[in-house]
């Protein structure tokens, strides 16, 4: 387990350092966009290519991909969920994953400009 947290933790390494790169030589937010787009891309190859080399998945997927993005790991949960024919499922993930993330979002600012401010 120390073995895989850890390559778990190189991989986040690398992928917050190459999207926080990224981001900074192209500015957010369609940075952000290209970035979300990318890593999902990734996401879905690296997930049917690594099925059969298990020992990379740590690495990639959680970690330089989670890194990169957890985008993607929203992309591919979503994915597996439409795939299983878990239609429901999926719609509600997506939904609830994005319209909740975006009022979260709204209101962490609204209280921090409200006791900053």
Same mark, same amino acid.
């Given at each position: 387990m120390f073995w895989t947290l850890s390559q778990v933790a190189i @991989? @986040? *390494?690398i992928g917050s350092v190459l999207r926080y !790169?990224? +981001? *900074?030589a192209f500015g957010a937010p369609w940075a952000v966009v290209a970035v979300n787009v990318? @890593?999902? %891309? +990734?996401?879905?190859? !690296? %997930?049917? +290519?690594? *099925?059969?080399? &298990? &020992? !990379?998945s740590p690495v990639l997927l959680a970690g330089v991909l989670g890194g990169f993005t957890t985008f993607s790991a929203f992309s591919l949960d979503a994915l597996k969920l439409w795939q299983s024919g878990q239609t429901v499922q999926a719609v509600l993930y997506v939904g609830l994953s994005v319209g909740l993330s975006?009022? *979260? +979002? &709204? !209101? @962490?600012a609204a209280l921090a400009k409200g006791a900053l401010g």
């Open positions: @991989g @986040g *390494a !790169l990224t +981001v *900074a990318l @890593g999902s %891309f +990734v996401m879905g190859m !690296l %997930f049917v +290519v690594l *099925a059969t080399r &298990a &020992a !990379l975006l009022l *979260a +979002v &709204a !209101l @962490g």
